[in-house]
């Protein structure tokens, strides 16, 4: 397993950007799948976007967000980042980052490891 912590959380006004980071533990970081998924107040926990630990790394995301924000990892830093562009009131939430050595996955149970959440407020 890897330890993850993530960063960059805030609060922003509606249209504006953060950029998140998750920073790994860990040599075999390269070889992990790593996702990002949130939490807001009273509703479960859902999907945002994962990104592969191939070479030619391949995204995916949730349909909410897609064209919005964007996964990008420098395995060198051992660092995931979720850039967030034109924020809205409904991305309000705890986000958290997970590893997995599963290919690339959209169900949180697939992932083993989780960092401890930074919180995203987004004013309207």
């Known amino acids: 397993q890897v330890q993850l912590v993530e960063s960059g959380g805030g609060l922003v006004q509606a249209g504006g950007s953060l950029r998140l980071s998750c920073a790994a533990s860990g040599r075999t970081f390269s070889t992990y799948t790593v996702g990002w998924f949130r939490q807001a107040p009273g509703k479960e926990r859902e999907f945002v976007t994962a990104?592969?630990?191939?070479?030619?790394?391949?995204?995916y995301y949730a349909y909410s967000v897609k064209g919005r924000f964007t996964i990008s990892r420098d395995n060198a830093k051992n660092t995931v980042y979720l850039q967030m562009n034109s924020l809205k009131p409904e991305d309000t939430a705890v986000y958290y980052c997970?590893?997995?050595?599963?290919?690339?996955?959209?169900?949180?149970?697939?992932?083993?490891?989780w960092g401890q959440g930074t919180q995203v407020t987004v004013s309207s």
């Open positions: 997970a590893a997995t050595k599963a290919t690339m996955t959209r169900d949180g149970n697939d992932y083993e490891s």
């Open positions: 990104i592969s630990w191939s070479t030619i790394s391949t995204s």
